[in-house]
């Protein structure tokens, strides 16, 4: 195999994102791999080489193609599809990723190398951040355990562990964009399984309203997300924090109420009132307290322990719903019913009446980017921000020993700053943006400036996006959460933000364990590279189904070496004239191969070639002519294959990319 081919092919600007604005602009997107001592070492491979095979297949439909391709570290290098020639470090890992992927015929140039650890990349990284900060989306703030419970602050990683109680952190606020962002996952072409994984996260609820009736005449709106237990609401605490109380107190007890508001010594205070539970008639009493952070608390003692130890302790009363078999009891027409079958139950016969209505929420709406346990933010919280008019001037900041972003010691802040990497869900989510509004003389400062609207317009949605299954929601739900976040900012309509996406399972051995150092199976792919090729790399992962791990199998590989060698041979044994009327089946090869890749079905492209080897090239005696059609539609998948032979066959003097698509 010639390892030559992609020097020539960075000489010959194949990668280039080109300048013309008259051609039709396409965007590839594959999040960047995590970086790894000695490159690919877990496989993980598929979603890079699918992109190049897309991005090749529209270059040489004469597209203007962005496709990026970088490491997961803001300590090393990027390359990016950018005009601008930035310096590049200098270090082992990048270089062995770069000999690998240049090896595997992915479309990168020195050409278009951005350092990760520059300024230009930190200073829109922290500028984006930053904006984001001052913008009020994100903010910061100090951990409490109890916050949790009404969803104050969510990790939305479920295995990741959360702050220490009291550690600062910083947290991202999607309130009032969630409709949004749900729509826009609805959009996406990929399973509802996934669509699901992704919605879960923000925790939909079904809440039925009801309004319980005070014994002064006024009514409590209350909102239940588990109505079939409102018989067993045996107290109810309302939040003077969190709204104005005054409406459900009895003149009686407000002096004494006041008195407890004033003092905080007390757990809570009685309002002199009850409420009329509409399921069962009951009287609830009603409690003034701050104990739980939200408007309004209902004990129900019979299916919460914190409640029943509660009562027990206080010596109220508590109503039983539940007998030992879990179903209802003292729930009047609930009585006998199971969980599922009481709520659908009373959803209707309350809805039915006119009692109540159901609205359907999200509970989550905050999510945790990062804390000072393990893991700091990127730039200082200035405990006095207010005394400043922008924390920019500050930008960009130096690095520690470890690669941390921190403020210059000769920069004179209020406050402590505070060290540590930024989390993935920015460095990641913002990536397909980031990767966007670089231009040829640097970085435009703001996602949200009138500059970037031409780049939005043109380039987006993002043609097809490959997303490991692993990183579906750093790589695919917060580039959607940052995008409406712009959407929502800027004063002109942007197209949506991902056109296609296929999410992609992971690698794994002939033992079917997956690819990982605890597996003791880590691979070298450069003697992967050496024994097998650029190709048949790249024919397995692209005849495997996305929807299957891809299996490294040596036998597989050897396989599909010599079936490569097999079509080399019948191309290269190609006459000057061949067999008759096989130029309609090259058209038609043509045409069905286009139709699959302008699809994003790589899978069904592989099929058709192939088909077509097994029933015309394997078979028939092929024209010169024939085999120039042959190797342009090949060539997007076996870059190097099909260069080889336009170089032996014709001589060729420029890439095949600049052939184009055969008509």
């Known amino acids: 195999m010639n390892m030559d081919w992609n020097l020539k092919f960075i000489k010959e600007k194949c990668y280039s994102l080109d300048n013309d604005r008259f051609k039709k ?3 590839v997107y594959a999040p960047f791999p995590e970086i790894d001592k000695h490159g690919f070492q877990d496989g993980e491979i598929r979603e ?14 004469n597209e203007n193609v962005l496709y990026p391709l970088g490491f997961n570290s803001i ?4 390359f990016l599809e950018s005009k601008k020639l930035y310096k590049v470090l200098d270090h082992t890992q990048e270089d062995i990723f770069y000999t690998q992927m240049s090896n595997l015929g992915i479309g990168i140039s020195n050409e278009k190398c951005i350092s990760m650890r520059g300024e230009e990349y930190i200073g829109i990284l922290q500028n984006a951040f930053i904006e984001l900060y001052e913008r009020g989306y994100i903010k910061y703030k100090v951990y409490n355990p109890s916050h949790e419970r009404n969803n104050e602050l969510y990790e939305i990683v479920d295995d990741a562990s959360m702050p220490k109680a009291g550690a600062k952190c910083f947290i991202l606020d ?10 826009d996952i609805e959009k996406l072409s990929i399973k509802e399984e996934y669509k699901n994984e992704l919605i879960h996260k923000l925790s939909p609820v079904s809440l039925l309203k009801v309004d319980f009736f005070l014994s002064n005449g006024k009514a409590l709106e209350i909102e239940m997300e588990n109505p079939e237990y409102m018989g067993g609401i045996s107290y109810i605490f309302l939040n003077p924090n969190y709204m104005d109380i005054d409406s459900y107190i009895s003149l009686d007890e407000k002096e004494s109420v006041y008195e407890f508001i004033n003092s905080d010594t007390n757990l809570y205070a009685y309002s002199g009132l009850s409420a009329k539970n509409p399921l069962t008639g009951r009287d609830i009493p009603v409690f003034i307290s701050k104990m739980y952070h939200e408007r309004i608390y209902l004990g129900i003692p019979s299916i919460d322990s914190e409640d ?6 206080e010596g109220f009363d508590s109503i039983d719903i539940l007998t030992n078999d879990g179903l209802l009891m003292n729930s009047d027409l609930l009585d006998g019913y199971e969980k599922m079958e009481a709520r659908e139950k009373i959803i209707e016969a309350f809805t039915e009446s006119l009692i109540g209505t159901v609205s359907h929420e999200y509970k989550n709406h905050e999510i945790l980017l990062s804390s000072l346990d393990p893991f700091g933010a990127l730039f200082p919280f200035l405990e006095e921000a207010s005394k400043i008019n922008s924390l920019k001037e500050y930008l960009p900041y130096i690095f520690s020993s470890q690669f941390r972003p921190v403020l210059p010691i000769d920069v004179l802040v209020p406050g402590s700053p505070i060290s540590g990497t930024m989390s993935n869900f920015i460095t990641e989510g913002l990536c397909p943006l980031l990767s966007l509004i670089y231009d040829d003389i640097g970085s435009i400062e703001s996602l949200f400036s009138l500059d970037t609207k031409e780049l939005y317009e043109s380039f987006l949605p993002i043609k097809k996006a490959y997303i490991h299954k692993d990183k579906i929601v750093e790589s695919l739900f917060m580039p959607i959460i940052f995008y409406n976040i712009i959407k929502k900012e800027v004063s002109y309509a942007l197209p949506d933000l991902f056109q296609n996406v296929s ?3 992971g690698c794994m051995d002939i033992h079917h364990s997956l690819i990982r150092r605890y597996n003791h199976n880590l691979m070298d792919m450069d003697k992967y590279i050496h024994k097998f090729g650029c190709d048949a790399i790249r024919f397995l992962v692209a005849s495997t189904p996305d929807t299957e791990e891809l299996i490294y199998d040596t036998y597989h590989l050897e396989d599909l070496k010599s079936y490569l060698m097999d079509v080399k041979r019948c191309l290269m044994g190609a006459k000057e004239v061949g067999s008759l009327n096989l130029d309609y089946y090259f058209h038609k090869l043509s045409d069905m191969a286009k139709d699959a890749l302008d699809k994003g079905d790589i899978l069904s492209y592989i099929e058709i070639l192939k088909a077509f080897n097994k029933n015309i090239l394997f078979k028939e005696n092929i024209s010169k002519n024939q085999a120039f059609t042959y190797i342009r539609i090949i060539y997007p998948v076996f870059p190097y294959l099909a260069e080889e032979v336009y170089m032996e066959l014709f001589n060729g003097k420029y890439s095949i990319l600049n052939e184009g698509w055969p008509s």
């Open 308 to 313: 029943a130890l509660f009562v027990l302790n």
């Open 503 to 505: 999410i992609v399972l």
């Open 174 to 183: 999607i309130d009032g964009l969630i409709p949004q962002i749900v729509s």
């Open 25 to 27: 602009k396409s965007f």
């Open 75 to 78: 300590t090393l290098k990027s």
């Open 48 to 61: 890079e080489i699918l992109g190049d095979i897309l991005a090749r297949f529209f270059r040489m439909e």
